[in-house]
């Protein structure tokens, strides 16, 4: 029995193993279902992780598996946690003069609790970490919030713009600063998902992104799935699977049309960039490499431990980024557990560096 189980171990470690190298190829890509497979990763990773753990307690060298396995998404691994010694002390001293701080916030449409009061609890965080800019996604105004309630909770932003929906997908900007060049930009059906503006801080200028990119939803893909039911009605659960894997193909491509688009708005910038958002994507995906092959993370630059921002799925995902360009230096980067969305609320220090790089 000791035998078999072993060998049910090995086989496991080279197939774990090997499906996670594949898919560090797949991620890469803007493979239609890509998403799905960066959804599966951190659970790929942390099976890896307990093999290794395994294997060395057992002292065999099958631990070299899941260490390829685990290295080969080192990119990844690096966007989720970075350590103490890479963060304020360093970067603030290539800040020139004064720093600000911009917060990104996928409110949910503040539908946990009672809006207003959710409302009035964000705007007291907002001012006690001393924001200066706000870029919110997913919010939702009517009879019982108006954007006016919205304005007077987040009063020490008094500078405000919005991209308005029916669907509960708004967008907003709200700034300390004065607002230039307002642009909202939408994808047909697929309505509002970039907001974008100029903002006067001092004497120098930023061009800010708000985006809200298109979602994976798997929302639209639920449907009951059980061994019983594909032993009773085995044709209508293959349509549904089907259906779903449409779905997802659909919502991906979409997704990767928007990251397109943005990385336009970046290359014809005039100024230098601050990018943030619910990318609705892992740092494994397309849409993250694709903008931090012209932007820098400001997680990897002036974070530090370990950052979600998704608050279900056992707190393994983050998908909400600020980025910034090469004109722009990061000294602080955090997220705070709020409990007024599905989302944390992510927050970044930023001033501008002595000699300002336009990518």
Not at 2 to 30: N, Q
Not at 125 to 146: M, P, R, T, W
Not at 212 to 223: A, E, P, S, W
Not at 277 to 290: I, K, L, Q, T
């Amino acid at each position: 029995m000791r035998r078999f189980i072993k060998y049910v171990l090995l086989l496991a470690t080279m197939a774990i193993a090997v499906v996670t190298l594949i898919f560090s190829a797949a991620v890469k890509s803007d493979y239609n279902m890509a998403s799905l497979i960066q959804s599966v990763l951190p659970f790929l990773l942390l099976l890896n992780a307990g093999l290794l753990l395994y294997w060395l307690l057992r002292r065999s060298w099958w631990f070299l598996f899941p260490v390829v396995a685990i290295l080969s998404h080192w990119n990844y691994m690096a966007a989720s946690y970075q350590f103490k010694g890479n963060n304020a002390s360093v970067t603030a001293e290539r800040v020139d003069s004064a720093t600000y701080r911009i917060c990104t916030y996928n409110v949910h449409s503040f539908a946990y609790g009672i809006s207003k009061v959710s409302v009035d609890m964000i705007g007291e965080y907002l001012a006690k970490n001393k924001v200066d800019i706000l870029c919110i996604q997913e919010f939702d105004h009517g009879k019982n919030l108006s954007l006016g309630n919205i304005e007077q909770s987040f009063s020490t932003l008094p500078n405000h713009v919005y991209c308005l929906q029916d669907t509960g997908l708004s967008m907003a900007i709200f700034s300390k600063y004065p607002m230039m060049h307002l642009k909202r930009v939408r994808y047909g059906k697929d309505g509002c998902r970039t907001l974008f503006c100029d903002i006067k801080l001092g004497k120098d200028t930023v061009r800010l992104i708000n985006c809200h990119l298109q979602t994976t939803n798997f929302n639209q893909t639920r449907f009951r799935n059980s061994p019983g039911l594909w032993f009773w009605n085995y044709q209508e659960q293959v349509y549904k699977t089907k259906h779903a894997i449409k779905i997802v193909e659909y919502n991906t491509l979409r997704r990767n049309i928007q990251v397109r688009f943005l990385e336009r708005l970046i290359k014809e910038s005039p100024y230098p960039v601050l990018l943030s958002g619910d990318f609705n994507s892992s740092p494994a995906s397309y849409a993250y490499r694709s903008i931090e092959k012209r932007l820098t993370d400001g997680f990897k630059e002036s974070g530090s431990g370990y950052l979600y921002t998704y608050n279900y799925l056992l707190h393994l995902f983050r998908i909400d980024f600020i980025f910034h360009s090469k004109g722009l230096v990061g000294t602080e980067y955090w997220s705070d557990k709020l409990d007024f969305s599905d989302h944390n609320p992510t927050v970044m220090t930023f001033g501008f560096s002595p000699k300002q790089v336009i990518p």
